[in-house]
């Protein structure tokens, strides 16, 4: 399993990032906003970000236009968001995270990740998609702290 995880320091409370991306996982404008990749999103089942709803999200990685589906698979308000891909993508990709862990009173933690179910050869062969995948997650913690500590919606 290789897991790909980034992580930046925000100079915003947990409460703060929880409801910044919210806004983004509930309106195209902002969700477009957050990465110049990001195309499209949308909830096709449930209420947004509650156990068991169904994300619907289009963004380009790799220069390639991937439409995605994912499940929210835990939520802790404030937080933890768990979410992994619909199948069939979910056999290769099980799960992915937001996590956002409280630093100081007016501080925090916010982390990335994402999982893959690969060996060395997926590695050797994915590793341009792999690196773009990565540097996709590390700019959209960059956008997140900047928008915060400007106090952007």
């Not at 929880?18 to 957050?34: C, G, M, N, P």
């Not at 990749?37 to 380009?60: F, M, T």
Request: neutral net charge; contains cysteine; proline residues 6%.
């Amino acid at each position: 399993m290789t897991t790909l995880k980034d992580s930046i320091e925000i100079k915003a409370r947990p409460e703060e990032v929880f409801e910044w991306l919210l806004q983004r996982f509930i309106d195209k404008k902002a969700y477009q906003a957050w990465h110049p990749d990001h195309v499209d999103v949308r909830w096709i089942k449930g209420e947004p970000l509650q156990e068991g709803s169904i994300i619907y999200a289009e963004e380009y990685l790799h220069g390639e236009l991937h439409k995605l589906k994912f499940i929210i698979t835990k939520l802790v308000p404030n937080r933890v968001i768990e979410y992994r891909p619909l199948f069939p993508l979910s056999i290769f990709a099980p799960g992915n995270a937001f996590l956002v862990e409280p630093k100081g009173e007016n501080g925090c933690i916010f982390t990335a990740t994402g999982s893959f179910r690969a060996g060395p050869l997926f590695r050797k062969l994915a590793k341009n998609r792999i690196e773009a995948t990565k540097q996709h997650m590390k700019e959209e913690g960059e956008n997140l702290k900047k928008a915060l500590e400007k106090g952007e919606d």
